[in-house]
Every structure is written in C-alpha cells, then in structure tokens.
C-alpha cells in the first residue's frame, strides 16, 4: 500500500522559509511525478507544482519565484521550499504522487493526509 | 491569468440529480485539458472521482460520472446520497506542464 508521509514545521516566522518533506512508503519515487499542493483555511486547493525523478520540475506560475522542489531517491523522499513567505502562505500542504501511462500524466491517485503550516511571528 | 470557474455551491435531494461544471475564463474546456474531478470531506485529503474526463477511478460508485457539456467539463451525481455531501474539485491541465484548480463547488444533499 502506497504511503505518503507531508513533515516539516508547523509554524514559520513571516520572511523566513518554509521547508517541507513528502516521505514515500510503499513504492519507488523512481520513474514519478510528485506534486505539491495546498488548502488555505476555509479556501480551495492551489497546485504548487510538480517534480519528476529525476529533478525536473514546473511551478504554478504565481509561485514559481518563491518555489524550489527537490528530490532525494536514496531517501525515498521530495521536498518543498517556498521562500519569503507571508500570512496569505498558511495553509495545509498536501503531497501527491500522479498516475501517468506514457507521456501523459492523467491525476493524482495518491495523496499525503497533509500537515499544517502556520506563517506568523 | 487562466481562472477555472465553478458553482459555488449546489443543493441536491436525496436521490437527485446535479451536474457541476468547470469552465475557463477563456476558451472552451475539452478532453485535452484532462479534467480531473476530486472530492473533499472536511478534514481529509481529496480524493479522486473521475480523471481524463470520463473515466472512474477505482472504487469510485457508478453513480458518479464526467463529461464534456458544451464549453465546460461536468461532473454528474445521480442519484445523490448523503455521503455525497462534500467539496468538488475539477482540476485542469492548460498547458506547458502547468495545472490548475477551479474554485470549487459545495455539495448539499437534503
């Protein structure tokens, strides 16, 4: 059974960086695509962006200068770094792992039970 | 700014019939922007109903469908239960790798 696993702080000081990690159990994060995303309170889900094995990545457009995705497949683990950050960033983050059959990526079958994050000094 | 655009809310009888939609700020919606339906219960993580438009994703009950309506996707519950009482999402593919979510629609069933 395929396990995603959101960590990292919980409370990070306005201007500083938010730094989280997306733990996988139950499957290689070889040959994937992995997402981030998150949930302001009360509010919708906002794709942060997407990172394959490898390393490459695409960012949501209104994020991309603030964002940094990474992969580390010794640790069978991806992370997430937005820099600069304010209230508006509070949210739940979310990590998801995308069903794709050949060059085309169609959803994101599984998904991390997500982790809270509060911006505030 | 691409914005996806969706009800906000909607009001279903038990046993009913709803139809959402997800449409674009600008231009049509079809097949290959691959609309992705989640759903979301308070609390939780989303999970997926319908992805590629059309299809089930598994252990996803038959009462749930996709399609194309017009310019827009639309997600179909027939036959609505109370269960089904939650947050849906339709995601969007719009291009250069980038994907994006629609505001989402508040489903009531009473």
């Known amino acids: 059974q395929v396990q995603l696993q959101e960590s990292g702080p919980g409370l990070v000081k306005p201007s500083e960086t938010l730094s989280l990690t997306c733990s996988v159990s139950?499957?290689?994060?070889?040959?994937?695509?992995w997402s981030w995303i998150r949930q302001p309170p009360g509010k919708g889900l906002e794709w942060i962006g997407y990172i394959y094995y490898s390393g490459s990545t695409n960012y949501n457009p209104s994020l991309k200068s603030r964002v940094i995705m990474s992969v580390d497949t010794s640790k069978n683990q991806f992370s997430l770094k937005l820099n600069s950050v304010i209230a508006a960033d509070t949210a739940v983050y979310y990590c998801?792992?995308?069903?794709?059959?050949?060059?085309?990526?169609?959803?994101?079958?599984?998904w991390g039970k997500g982790t809270t994050v509060t911006v505030s000094s | 700014q691409i914005v996806v655009t969706q009800e906000p809310s909607f009001s279903v009888s038990p046993g009913g019939t709803v139809t959402l939609t997800c449409g674009l700020s600008?231009?049509?919606?079809?097949?290959?922007?691959?609309p992705n339906w989640y759903q979301q219960t308070p609390g939780q993580a989303p999970r997926t109903l319908i992805y590629n438009t059309n299809t089930r994703s598994s252990g996803v009950p038959g009462r749930f469908s996709g399609s194309i309506l017009g310019n827009k996707a639309a997600l179909t519950i027939t036959g609505a239960q109370a269960d089904d009482e939650s947050d849906y999402y339709c995601?969007?593919?719009?291009?250069?790798?980038?994907?994006?979510f629609g505001g989402g629609t508040k489903v009531t069933v009473l």
């Open positions: 600008s231009g049509s919606v079809s097949s290959g922007h691959y």
């Open positions: 998801a792992r995308w069903f794709c059959s050949g060059p085309t990526c169609y959803y994101m079958d599984v």
């Open positions: 995601m969007l593919y719009i291009g250069s790798g980038i994907r994006v």
């Open positions: 139950g499957d290689s994060i070889s040959n994937q695509y």
